[in-house]
């Protein structure tokens, strides 16, 4: 199994630019998240999905946006991106109803996004 | 702001010897924890987890201890490799919710 794939895993960008970021999973999870990850701190979390056709507003929300049509994927939008949103992001997946196994979160590799 | 953290930014110690990592955490209702590895440029990588219901739980060369009456977690790793030199990380979850808040991480380095 691939488990979590990020697509990019690099992109630079200038001020004002738009892009969205891929993430895949196929565990078959129903909870995806998105967190970005900045020097000297903790993974912050952007959005997240408890479940096909959902999501909710993390700890980080602003200027990001998110869609979860399938249950496998789940993607992150930068509508007009800023040089505040320089970051890597990770995404990760989980599952209460996969035994205890599958309750920890399994992260992707990561993107690493430079805005300019 | 952070309800997980970490007392020590960076730890370094001997090959050879054994590692402890600590982690205080702030929300009595978290009954969930885990600890992850993140090496350099990857995502991070699960360690061990320990629910409220335990005091300590044992892996392959690693430790976690919970005690809930001070909210402190802590991560052991016995005879410490020069692969273990990664950033170290604690979650917690809480029984409410789905969401895991988790501390700004302490740099293990260790030492020839």
């Known amino acids: 199994n691939a488990g979590v794939t990020q697509t990019p895993k690099f992109r630079v960008l200038k001020t004002g630019q738009s892009m969205t970021l891929l993430c895949a999973q196929d565990m078959n999870h129903e909870y995806m998240y998105w967190y970005r990850q900045d020097p000297g701190m903790g993974l912050r979390l952007i959005h997240y999905?408890?479940?096909?056709?959902?999501?909710a507003k993390g700890e980080v929300p602003d200027g990001y946006n998110v869609s979860r049509l399938k249950k496998q994927n789940f993607l992150l939008g930068l509508e007009s991106a800023a040089p505040s949103q320089t970051s890597v992001y990770f995404c990760?997946?989980?599952?209460?109803?996969?035994?205890?196994?599958?309750?920890?979160?399994?992260f992707g590799s990561g993107t690493q996004l430079s805005v300019l | 702001g952070e309800s997980v953290g970490l007392h020590l930014p960076t730890l370094s110690v001997q090959e050879g010897d054994n590692s402890i990592i600590n982690c205080a955490y702030s929300n009595s209702a978290s009954d969930y924890f885990i600890w992850y590895k993140q090496e350099s440029g990857k995502g991070p990588q699960f360690i061990i987890d320990?629910?409220?219901?335990?005091d300590k739980r044992q892996g392959q060369r690693v430790t976690v201890l919970l005690n809930k009456t001070v909210k402190h977690l802590s991560l052991q790793i016995a005879a410490t490799q020069p692969g273990d030199s990664a950033v170290y990380f604690c979650a917690e979850r809480s029984r409410y919710g789905q969401n895991f808040v988790f501390g700004p991480g302490t740099r293990l380095s260790v030492l020839p």
């Open positions: 990760a997946s989980s599952s209460r109803t996969g035994g205890a196994l599958n309750e920890k979160l399994f």
């Open positions: 320990i629910r409220s219901n335990m």
């Open positions: 999905s408890v479940g096909e056709g959902t999501t």
